[in-house]
């Protein structure tokens, strides 16, 4: 994987993925810390961009500060159905000056909710920098499920591909594991620097929850279980993680 790369306008610096809809992970820069932000209910896509917006001016922030986002779509969707969605929604980054060339610097988790899924793709919760005298660094990893970005068709390169078995999923877990470890590497960080870890899938973790996910440090402040399927039919866990020590959450009428 690249080195982190820092994006200038945003205040922060990020793991590129090769894939135009997220990087791998962010993390602030100094001088600057991340602020996370969850929606009440979730915000259509749309109306998500524009509360989004407004909070950064509230806030005295640029539009370049968005870091990272948390979407929730109705339900998983073929490649060619999620690669309609990333083109808007990186063209809308891209009007914000956010994606430039290709290389979109914000970091993205996408999942399904299996009970009360929205209408439309819709916003869960979002990343921004600010302004920090704090010298403790802040950061979001990605969510990331069990295929490697820049490979091509997730079909041909997904872990365990269609293996629902107890095998299967602990093969897609193992490397989604390694893939959170790989990320943070990157920017400087591990487990220990975590302030949460949330887990996404369908599936029953706890034939090995205590041996993979525990061991490895991933769950000293707990885990968030999302029962969601990710976003691309056939793909079946997914994790994400940060640390981030200003969370809020705002109401949506």
Request: aromatic share 10%.
């Amino acid at each position: 994987m690249s080195d982190a790369q820092v994006f200038a306008p945003g205040n922060y610096r990020f793991v590129p993925s090769g894939v135009i809809q997220y990087s791998g992970g962010v993390a602030a820069q100094p001088g600057h810390a991340m602020r996370r932000v969850v929606f009440s209910r979730p915000m259509a896509v749309r109306e998500g961009f524009a509360a989004i917006a407004a909070e950064l001016e509230r806030a005295g922030r640029p539009l370049t500060a968005l870091c990272a986002c948390e979407l929730r779509s109705p339900e998983p969707v073929s490649e060619s159905g999620f690669s309609d969605f990333n083109e808007f929604y990186a063209n809308t980054l891209a009007e914000w000056g956010i994606v430039n060339d290709g290389v979109n610097p914000v970091a993205r988790s996408n999942v399904a909710p299996v009970v009360g899924a929205p209408d439309s793709p819709s916003f869960y919760a979002f990343c921004y920098t600010v302004e920090s005298d704090t010298d403790d660094q802040t950061f979001v990893i990605a969510g990331s499920s069990e295929v490697p970005e820049g490979k091509g068709s997730y079909e041909d390169h997904l872990i365990a591909y269609r293996d629902l078995s107890p095998e299967g999923i602990l093969a897609k877990a193992r490397w989604v594991l390694d893939e959170m470890e790989r990320r943070m590497r990157v920017l400087g960080h591990g487990w220990q620097d975590t302030t949460a870890a949330q887990l996404y899938t369908i599936h029953n973790p706890h034939p090995f929850i205590e041996s993979e996910i525990a061991r490895r440090g991933a769950m000293h402040h707990g885990l968030t279980w999302h029962l969601v399927y990710p976003p691309v039919i056939d793909m079946e866990f997914e994790m994400d993680c940060r640390r981030v020590l200003d969370e809020r959450v705002t109401l949506v009428g």
